[in-house]
């Protein structure tokens, strides 16, 4: 902890991300940023003209053994995630660790453990989870408004960016698991089913559906893709009552709520159904232009230090990686159905 009591924060990776995790966790109030460490020399000589406050080091050592450092950001592949996680807890340090969180749920779940053994916050960045447009999501199912989710359907595709290390389910998919983790609390899928093709021979699927199958008959389909014309970052979230629909590239009104559905009653022939449509009005809430990234750090930086608890633990982590890893296993399968384990399976396999 620095001189002032805020809590001390050093980056490791420098390269998309981590200039964004730098800058946001600068400008919480309980919070200083002191180091930067990358491999890459460039990299850090770009740290160093864009803040120059920062320390910065290609030696993970220096910044591992730094007393004064209380929490480590992972700006990182996700092949480094848990070495890099698991070394910054066995130093004492609590950490912060870019989506998702490992490789693995066997991963995934040593780091909860660890952290847990260790008494150290562990976080993982999920940052659409702090938009305005998710928290308005969260709120308006939340008080009921939506009424009993039916489905939840998802487009988000583009034109790269192509990843080298894993393919587009753990590179895009997590963000709408991520999504569907915060709006309905942790609720787990029964099955996940994922068929997907990978074009160019470094048999990395470039595109993929994925399909979550619930409980109750709520379902959630996701399409992704690398090799989109355009860019489409849209939701659709229908309930027997209202639907909503979330469009993040939309610059006035990301948040549509549609008073729309059907309503169904038997006739007396057992084999009819009698349909009525409604098609009532819409609105759009307000939204206010917070950061998602600042508000993420923010409840990072007080949950450390007890003032609030964690939006984004190491336990949502290893929810949405257990649910990456069954749609792997899926994909490979061609897209047969893989049953998800539960809750208390997943906790019991840390």
Partial sequence: MDPAGKINVAVIGFGYWGPNVVRNFSAVDGATVSHVCDLSQERLRRAKRLFPFLTVTDSIEEVLSNPTIDLIAVATPVTSHY???????????????????????????????????SDLKLFVDHTFVFTPAVRKMREIYSRGELGRPLYYDSVRINLGIFQHDVNVVWDLVVHDLAILDHV?????????ACTGAAHFGNHLADLAYVTLKYDDDFIAHIHVNWLAPVKVRQVLLCGDKRMLIYDDNSAAEKIKVYDSGVEVARAEDVYRLLVQYRAGDMYSPRLDN?????????????SIRGLAQPVCGGEVGLRVVSILEAADESLRLGGQAVKLKTSTEIAKAR
């Fill in 83 to 117: 070495e890099l996680g698991m070394r910054a807890l066995s130093a004492g340090k609590h950490a912060f660790i870019e989506k998702p969180l490992a490789s693995s749920s066997k991963q995934a779940g040593e780091l909860v453990a660890h952290a847990k053994r």
């Fill in 184 to 192: 309905f609390e942790g609720r787990l899928p029964q099955t996940v």
């Fill in 290 to 302: 917070s950061e998602a990234l600042e508000l993420e750090a923010e409840n990072v930086i007080d």
